[in-house]
């Protein structure tokens, strides 16, 4: 299956990292270029061929369009002039009102994917138009399946779905350089603290995912009574830990 790209930036190029990874042939990817030559590049990274202008990306079965928002309508608009095929938002867009415009040989479909598809280990949100064929479902299905677990949703929960897999990444993140640096204040190399900490997430991660226990009973297993967990996790609740997470997850939602 030949796949075109719209926009070749972090989201983009985590997309075509992870399809990469998995067998997807690079011949098989087109990348049109972009205005700062970060398609140029990309193209030239990773071998992909460069698509000169709208009318080359025909080619493809599918065009993934992964722009900033604003973009978006414009691009759209060339489409509908010169491709035919199934478009994959990651850039917003309304699923009824953009089908209603499009010709009849033509899809567009709603993707949140998160950071992780790079390494074929992330989460990709979908929404389809009701009228949406089997076929052009689960084409879109078995491409994002390659980058990690895929949830088809409705288009009213494709942003909570994409919040809490697609934002929350930078939240975990900045947890990680904050425990990090409360390591390095009490002595241990900065590198190290990183070391330990990605494995302490994934160690827990798996451990709740494996063994499917409530993490409050996993919590309950880590606090020692008088013990110094308990002690963490009293102040956690004293700064508002869990109502900063709730808020922050609210706050990107809207
Ligand atoms: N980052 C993430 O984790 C996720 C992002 N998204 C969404 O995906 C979209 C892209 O995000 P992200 O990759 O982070 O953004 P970036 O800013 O990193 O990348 C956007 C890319 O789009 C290119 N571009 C802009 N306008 C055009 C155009 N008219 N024609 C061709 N290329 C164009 C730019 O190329 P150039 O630099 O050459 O101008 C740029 O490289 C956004 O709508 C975002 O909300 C969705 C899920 C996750
Ligand atoms: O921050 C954003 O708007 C996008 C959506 C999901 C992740 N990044």
């Known amino acids: 299956m030949k796949i075109g790209f719209i926009g070749v930036g972090k989201i983009g190029q985590a997309i075509i990292k992870g399809l990469l990874s998995s067998q997807v042939n690079n011949q098989d990817i087109m990348v ?15 071998h992909l061929f460069l698509a000169n202008d709208y009318s080359a990306l025909n080619v493809n079965e599918i065009v993934i369009v992964a722009v900033p928002q604003s973009a978006l309508k414009a691009i759209l608009e060339q489409l509908k002039a010169h491709y035919h095929g199934l478009i994959v938002s990651t ?10 415009e499009l010709p009849v040989d033509t899809s567009f479909v709603k993707a949140v994917p998160n950071t992780p598809v790079q390494i074929n280990a992330g989460i990709t949100a979908l929404s389809f138009a009701d009228q949406e064929s089997e076929t052009n479902r689960n084409l879109v299905i078995n491409l994002f399946q390659k980058l990690g677990q895929v949830y088809v949703v ?46 302490m997430l994934l160690g827990t991660a798996q451990l709740a995912q494996k063994t499917q226990q409530h993490p409050g009973q996993l919590k309950d297993e880590v606090t020692t009574p008088g013990g110094s967990t308990i ?21 990107a939602n809207k």
């Open 32 to 46: 049109l270029k972009s205005q700062h030559h970060t398609a140029q590049k990309v193209a030239q990274k990773y």
């Open 91 to 100: 850039s917003g867009g309304d699923l009824t009102a953009v089908n209603a």
């Open 154 to 199: 409705p288009e009213k929960l494709l942003g909570i779905y994409g919040t809490v897999a697609g934002c929350t990444p930078a939240f975990v993140d900045i947890m990680m350089e904050a425990l990090s640096d409360a390591a390095v204040i009490n002595g241990i190399p900065r590198q190290q603290s990183y070391q330990i900490i990605t494995q």
């Open 231 to 251: 002690r963490g996790v009293a102040e956690l609740e004293a700064t508002g830990f869990r109502n900063a997470l709730i808020q922050a997850v609210e706050a």
